[in-house]
């Protein structure tokens, strides 16, 4: 018979001999699953022996990780911000990238405009909208989503971090003209699909052909959202609000250059960790 410790190192050193780079959380978090622990309830009972069904639970989560399933997906949930966020197969994982336009709202409305009213557009899982209710307890969000399974899970996420007070859903187009009960906002973050189409198929395979191919594909050009939203929707924005996008590599400059002809009178960006170019600010 086998503990947690021996299923925890047996799974940690198949995920490293597949070159998973992460091997180690990843390991603690697929045991954890199997188990229906914490991880840290799981390193409390690292000590403890399970069973042989167990043993087969974590092989198989480990089995669809080394296929190349993200841990996300296979664990069901995932942390941003600081907060733990449900995620499914219908919502992309969020990342610490989009983190930074959490970093920046707060940046802009911290000690100005606390009682903000703030719209999340494309708002996936709702991890943003989240974030930004959790960080600004008197703001107001409106997470914005076409799609009703997306909406589903940014509901799970609002009450699972007793949110719903502040934090509501609606089902709306970002392509197209917002809904006339919308009303105005303070602030309008987006994490908008960006990926040319052609590049589509040159994503890795983890994101490829597990993530919604429709929170990913920004068409063409990779600007078809950044277009339809600095049309339609800055009418939501009260003067002197904000406009925020997160952005891919290379697409700051011409995200820049939308805002400014779209009628935004000044425009700033903000830089990664790693030195790119990551958000994009517009002010009415």
């Not at 639970?57 to 089995?63: D, F, G, H, I, S």
């Not at 499914?88 to 969020?94: A, N, R």
């Not at 107001?140 to 609002?158: C, F, Q």
């Not at 970002?174 to 960006?194: E, H, I, K, R, W």
Request: net charge neutral; proline share 4%; glycine share 8%.
């Amino acid at each position: 018979m086998k503990t947690y410790n021996d299923l925890y190192l047996q799974a940690r050193n198949a995920l490293r001999d597949k070159g998973v780079e992460a091997y180690t959380l990843e390991a603690r978090l697929l045991v954890a699953t199997a188990a229906g622990k914490t991880t840290q309830e799981l390193l409390r009972d690292l000590p403890l022996y399970t069973s042989s069904e167990m043993a087969d639970k974590v092989a198989a989560l480990v089995e669809r990780r080394v296929a190349g399933e993200p841990v996300a997906y296979i664990t069901g949930s995932w942390e941003f911000y600081g907060l733990p966020m449900v995620v499914t197969t219908d919502v992309l994982i969020p990342r610490m990238d989009t983190e930074l336009l959490i970093d920046a709202a707060k940046e802009l409305l911290s000690g100005r405009k606390m009682d903000a009213r703030v719209l999340d557009l494309c708002c996936g899982s709702g991890c943003i909208a989240c974030a930004v209710g959790h960080e600004l307890p008197a703001a107001r969000v409106v997470a914005v989503d076409l799609s009703a399974k997306a909406l589903e899970v940014a509901r799970k996420n609002i009450a699972a971090n007793r949110l719903s007070s502040r934090v509501i859903c609606m089902q709306a187009d970002a392509t197209a003209n917002p809904p006339m009960s919308m009303g105005q906002f303070d602030m309008v973050l987006c994490n908008p699909p960006y990926i040319k189409s052609a590049d589509m198929r040159k994503l890795d395979p983890s994101v490829r052909d597990y993530e919604p191919s429709w929170a990913l594909d920004g068409g063409k050009d990779g600007l078809k959202f950044y277009k339809a939203i600095v049309k339609y929707w800055k009418a939501v924005i009260r003067p002197g609000g904000y406009l925020l996008f997160e952005v891919g590599e290379d697409q700051a400059e011409s995200v820049k250059e939308l805002l400014l002809t779209g009628g935004f009178r000044s425009v700033s960006s903000k830089f990664d960790t790693l030195g790119v170019e990551r958000v994009v600010i517009g002010k009415m």
